[in-house]
């Protein structure tokens, strides 16, 4: 069966310090791989997806940026964190065609 | 632009009533699917049912089942028999070709002993 795995499960980071969250797939290949930020506990704004390695969507201008060097790793990246980056980070990926997104657990960061 | 409308921010129900949660998308696409999500206090999103625009029989898993109206580009859950576990913040979400999925800003149900 197919796992996701997300962590860490919680940073806090001071601002302008880099950042780097990592979400990795077990038994699947090729599998499409998001991004997504959920602010105040409230809607998902999708950040990155990515169908292939190498090939990252952004997208929303930001201060983020994402990686996925590995067929099954997807990386989320800052050079410098602002305040405004603090919120719940969610990563998920799904099969080809219309298929549901599966989900991380996630990674709640707080910018202080 | 693909959207997707929950406007219903908070809802409240009483342990074993049933209650229905309203989304409404926007899309120009023939073909789609269309998720809902279900968030606890864990903040884990599980999928909780999903349904076809090219099928017209709604889609039932347990508890939950949808109210798909395609011309009215309405996606309703209804609820049945509430219980505690179901306390969470339900989420609309539409897949598109682009197999990116837009999301509604969620309702909050809390269903009450």
């Known amino acids: 069966s197919q796992t996701i795995h997300q962590w860490p499960a919680t940073l806090v980071q001071p601002v302008g310090s880099p950042l780097s969250l990592e979400c990795t797939v077990e038994g699947t290949s090729n599998p499409n791989l998001y991004w997504y930020r959920q602010a105040a506990g409230r809607g998902l704004q999708l950040l990155f997806y990515s169908v292939g390695i190498g090939q990252i969507s952004s997208e929303v201008p930001q201060n983020l940026s994402a990686s996925r060097p590995q067929d099954r790793q997807f990386i989320l990246s800052s050079k410098k964190l602002l305040l405004s980056d603090s919120g719940f980070y969610l990563c998920?990926?799904?099969?080809?065609?219309?298929?549901?997104?599966?989900f991380g657990n996630g990674t709640r960061l707080t910018v202080t | 632009a693909q959207t997707v409308t929950q406007s219903q921010p908070e809802m409240s129900v009483q342990e074993a009533e049933t209650v229905t949660l309203s989304c409404t998308y926007d899309?120009?696409?023939?073909?789609?699917?269309l998720f809902w999500y279900k968030q606890p206090p864990s903040r884990q999103m599980i999928l909780v049912i999903r349904?076809?625009?090219?099928?017209?029989q709604n889609a039932t898993e347990n508890r939950f089942s949808v109210n798909f109206q395609k011309a009215a580009k309405s996606f309703s859950l209804k609820i049945s028999d509430s219980q505690l576990g179901d306390t969470a913040m339900y989420f609309c979400a539409l897949n598109q070709r682009s197999n990116k999925l837009i999301f509604g800003t969620g309702t909050l149900l809390a269903v009450q002993p």
């Open positions: 899309t120009s696409e023939s073909n789609y699917y």
């Open positions: 998920a990926w799904a099969g080809q065609g219309f298929s549901p997104l599966h």
């Open positions: 349904q076809e625009a090219y099928k017209q």
